[in-house]
């Protein structure tokens, strides 16, 4: 409430929470009702967060008629109030999350999945320490053909890969400038922004931190204003893992490590190469990770972004230092040993990619499981375990994996599944520019 009262000319509030595919859904409230919101949260129907992607009820889910389409209990999370600088008037967002009428947490919520993880390590005596990276394009959709936004100082369009250009980044400052003081006013902790690999497109890394709640609603949030706040400037701001056939698509990179009570990275041993601990995650995400394609590539186009030779993995594989490879462990200082999972697209919920990512660590160092040796070279020419190639196929191993169900409780995976089901089904009847119509806003 700080906030909110030293905001006065706030008139509005948003309330939002994240239904399984990221998308925000919530209300708009009369700011008189703060207190009242803060006190006693509100209510949705339990389905809301099991939306499909276009917003409509999922056929035969025993959560609407069924069962008369209840509501669950939505409650403030940690943030509390905070600004949403993309809309012109004094706006206030209040984060939610989904309880039982009871107080008991709604096992269908993202974010309380990803809470069931957290608890894990805490029961552990860890504490994960995760940062994201995250690309997106910006684009002028204004015409029948996507493309990059004309330069607001040149009034022309660069039509070439311009990776790591200050020119490129010069280009378009005054939105970037806009961006990071959005970011600090949403206390998100936005850090270096570069160029990347296509027209428009670019990546911004958001700080490590010791709290995994935290750095998934910094991600939320942070696809939530640019994608708001690129509006505002003329153009779209799009997190589609793969808005042009020719072009690199976008991911969500996760950076790891792991603290020990006494605050020490288990996964440094002194060297360049790592403790037992780290390898021991590694084999877990690894095992995981046919299973959890399906979170990292949640939509038809994920699947046009996993392609060799595009900068995004296809084998299920580790290296040292290799940017092919779905798990890389970086070159640093071995007090910064960590792990960069590669897969996610930009087009993921945050919640459940690092519910996934971090939840298959801890198995895998719950179990000590084995550990495969790290290739070298090009991962595209190894004779690797490939990712389900198809949306069907990654349906269908999420359902049907032992590792998932260590990770995510029933009714979220029977819920996802159903989602993704429905979806399949009815993408078929879309052609492509109405695919790319319905992703480039809403993932």
């Known amino acids: 409430m700080e906030w909110l009262r030293e905001h006065p000319e706030v008139k509005t509030i948003r309330v939002a929470a994240s239904d399984l595919n990221g998308v925000p859904r919530g209300k708009r409230v009369p700011a008189r009702f703060a207190e009242k919101l803060m006190s006693e949260g509100t209510r949705f129907p339990y389905s809301v967060l099991n939306m499909d992607i276009w917003g409509e009820d999922i056929e035969g889910s025993p959560l609407v008629f069924q069962a008369g389409d209840p509501d669950g209990l939505l409650l403030p999370t940690e943030r509390g109030f905070m600004p949403m600088p993309w809309l012109a008037a004094p706006t206030a967002l209040l984060p939610l999350w989904m309880f039982h009428t009871d ?59 311009e990776t790591l250009s200050l020119r490129a980044l ?64 003329g153009f779209a701001g799009s997190f589609m893992a793969k808005p042009y056939e020719e072009w690199n698509g976008s991911g969500m990179h996760v950076h ?85 999972h590669r897969v996610a697209g930009g087009d993921v919920n945050p919640y459940l990619s690092l519910a996934a990512i971090l939840g298959a660590a801890l198995d895998g160092m719950q179990s000590r499981a084995s550990c495969p040796d790290p290739f070298e070279g090009n991962a595209y020419d190894k004779a690797l375990a490939q990712l389900p190639g198809s949306w069907s196929g990654a349906i269908s191993t999420f359902a049907q994996s032992p590792e998932i169900g260590r990770i995510f409780p029933a009714h979220l995976i029977e819920n996802y599944v159903m989602t993704k089901r429905q979806e399949l089904h009815y993408m078929a009847e879309l052609s492509d520019e109405e695919t790319v119509e319905l992703y480039l806003d809403t993932v």
């Open 103 to 161: 107080g008991r947490p709604y096992d269908g919520d993202p974010r309380q999945a990803l809470a069931l993880i957290a608890a894990r390590y805490r029961d552990a005596g860890l504490t994960p320490v995760v940062a994201t990276e995250l690309e997106f394009f910006l684009i002028d959709d204004s015409g029948k053909q996507l493309q990059a936004p004309r330069s607001p100082r040149s009034g022309k369009r660069r039509t070439g890969a």
């Open 256 to 340: 790891f490590s792991v603290l020990d009570a006494a605050g020490r990275n288990i996964f440094d041993d002194g060297g360049e190469k790592g403790s037992e601990a780290l390898r021991c995650a590694v084999a877990g995400c690894l095992q995981a990770m046919p299973g959890s394609t399906l979170v990292f590539a949640p939509h038809e186009n994920s699947y046009d972004r996993l392609v060799p030779n595009q900068h995004a993995p296809t084998g299920i594989g580790w290296a040292y230092e290799n940017r092919t490879a779905a798990i890389r462990i970086p070159a640093s200082g071995p007090s910064a040993r960590r792990i960069e």
């Open 170 to 233: 010069d280009t378009f400052d005054k939105f970037f400038t806009a961006l990071y003081d959005a970011c600090e006013a949403m206390d998100i902790p936005a850090d270096t922004a570069i160029s990347e690999a296509a027209p428009g497109q670019f990546e911004i890394n958001l700080m490590h931190q010791p709290d995994l709640l935290k750095a998934a609603d910094d991600a939320w949030l942070f696809k939530m204003l640019v994608k708001g706040l690129a509006r505002n400037f």
